[in-house]
């Protein structure tokens, strides 16, 4: 018995081996992309993983803009050239539904039955009408979230409180996402948002980990955190309660119906929960770059006041649509800016077939079946021919603007959200509706000496933290207005 049991586990090891030694040794094929040279045993990982962006910034400048790299065992072709992203977005062959599965498996503990036609359902869920209903719910969750950070019962003082920026963003934005994700649940709950967002900070920990494959019990801090995240409302008492959001509820129906369980709607959820910690983190960054620019802070503060002004009624409510929202230039900007910079995500594909893979530029490149396809988008938003100054926050650089590559003007400058991210238009108003809550209720400003600096070794997030929170002041407005939402 013993014998038969070494026996199996030797040649397990073996298989592993012989596995590892043929993805070292495979010959390149005619056509297919330049393989970068890196280290024997986990090629070039450890140099990606140190500084991505200037790392691939250095291929590029050897191997041209489409160019292969081993990341320890896997082979993954990295397209530089930014107008060749819808070709590679549309390639039938490059399909991210295995992707997908790899995070919700590795990362969330369940798999989707048809994820693509249940993508397709649910994305509907926060569009059109369903977006404004999102929002309505959205709006007020905030503003009772920003009444809770009025000192003294809402009786206005002019002292100023002291305040972690992450920790006001998670009692106000990511107050009013999880609440109106999840229905109102009350603060003291084992499932409250201030809990989420603790058990959010130590599991997003071993994301990149996780996700590549290691298993979970290899850290016990994370499976302890995971338990609190799933700690959940069970799914009928979701679908029982009016303010549960469309989207989860959608999705509850829509996997009962294929005959999946709880478990895996809890885990679900728990994604929906994961792609809002991207705006709570979006508006830390938002707020930050703003505040450390007094020009920037200035400007964006005077264009939403004014509009905030221009709309005001008798009963100090500015009711504004989407529309209103997003016309805001300078708000827009300050926005994009921040997406461009505090983008951390890899738009991945795999490849499901040899394909010739024509780029912008008409030049053909073999991608091989099994292998994975990607474009990077940080090394896009970084590229100094793009970006005049690319590591610089400039609020004002989208207004009216145009970005060109080869002397060619690029149709979508920023792609933190990839090419088929179905909450784009939601999560950006979310955001916009945020800062123009922030700035028009709360003075804000950071405390001398306070730098926030970005977690570079979180890339592979759609967004990045920062490695330490900043210190800022605030002080709520002795006089503001209401703000509501309006569906047109
Ligand atoms: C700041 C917030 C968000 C960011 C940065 C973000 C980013 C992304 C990115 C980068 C992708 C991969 C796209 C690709 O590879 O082409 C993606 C996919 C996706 N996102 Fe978002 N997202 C956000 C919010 C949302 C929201 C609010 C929803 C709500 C529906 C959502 C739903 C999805 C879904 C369902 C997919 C998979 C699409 C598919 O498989 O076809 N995301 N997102």
Redesign the pocket.
């Given at each position: 018995m013993l014998a038969a049991v070494i026996l199996v586990c030797l040649a397990t090891v073996l298989t592993v081996i012989l596995l590892f030694a043929a993805s070292i040794f495979r010959k390149r094929r005619p056509g297919e992309p330049p393989v970068v040279a890196g280290s024997l045993l986990w090629g070039s990982a450890a140099d990606f993983s140190r500084h991505a962006v200037n790392f691939l910034h250095k291929c590029r400048s050897v191997y041209g803009d489409v160019f292969t790299l081993r990341l320890v065992n896997q082979y993954i072709t990295i397209v530089m050239d930014p107008h060749s992203i819808e070709a590679l977005?549309k390639e039938r062959n490059f399909d991210?539904d295995p992707i997908?599965k790899q995070v919700n498996w590795n990362v969330f503990n369940f798999s989707l039955v048809e994820p693509k036609k249940m993508?397709k359902d649910t994305?509907r869920t926060?569009r059109g009408t369903y977006m404004k209903r999102g929002m309505t719910s959205y709006v007020d969750n905030l503003n009772m979230a920003c009444d809770d950070m009025h000192p003294d019962n809402n009786n206005v003082t002019e002292e100023w409180a002291a305040e972690g920026l992450r920790d006001f963003a998670a009692k106000t934005i990511f107050d009013a996402l999880f609440n109106s994700i999840f229905g109102r649940q009350q603060s003291s709950a084992t499932f409250s948002s201030q809990k989420v967002y603790e058990n959010f900070e130590v599991f997003h920990e071993y994301f990149n980990y996780l996700w590549l494959g290691v298993p979970k019990k290899c850290f016990p801090a994370a499976m302890k955190a995971l338990g609190g995240l799933l700690a959940q409302p069970s799914a009928d008492q979701l679908l029982a309660a009016d303010d549960t959001c469309d989207?989860i509820k959608n999705a509850i129906d829509y996997m009962r119906l294929h005959g999946q369980s709880d478990s895996d709607i809890k885990g679900h959820n728990l994604v929906?929960l994961h792609?809002?910690y991207?705006?709570f983190r979006?508006a830390f960054w938002a707020i930050n770059h703003v505040l450390e620019d007094p020009k920037a802070h200035e400007a964006l503060v005077a264009e939403l006041r004014e509009a905030v002004d221009a709309k005001v009624d008798s009963d100090n409510l500015a009711t504004f649509t989407a529309r209103d929202v997003e016309d805001l230039k300078i708000l827009d900007s300050v926005v994009q800016e921040t997406c461009r910079l505090a983008s951390g995500?890899f738009?991945v594909r795999y490849i499901t077939k040899d394909t010739q893979f024509e780029d912008s530029n008409g030049k053909t490149h073999l991608m091989r079946q099994g292998d994975r396809v990607a474009i990077y988008p940080p090394a896009i938003h970084k590229d100094p021919e793009i970006f005049d100054e690319p590591t610089v926050f400039k609020y004002d650089r989208f207004i009216d603007a145009t970005f060109y590559k080869n002397g060619k003007e690029l149709r979508n400058p920023v792609i933190?959200?990839?090419?088929?991210?179905?909450?784009k238009r939601?999560?950006l108003l979310q955001l916009k509706w945020y800062l123009l809550t922030a700035f028009t209720r709360f003075d804000l400003r950071l405390q001398p000496g306070a730098k926030a600096e970005y977690d570079y070794r979180y890339h592979g997030h759609?967004?990045l933290p920062p490695v330490d929170d900043v210190n800022i002041d605030y002080r709520p407005r002795s006089e503001f207005a209401r703000l509501d939402f309006a569906s047109e």
């Open positions: 977005s991210f997908q993508i994305g926060v989207y929906y792609v809002n991207n705006t979006l995500v738009m933190a959200f990839g090419t088929l991210c179905p909450g939601y999560a759609e967004v």
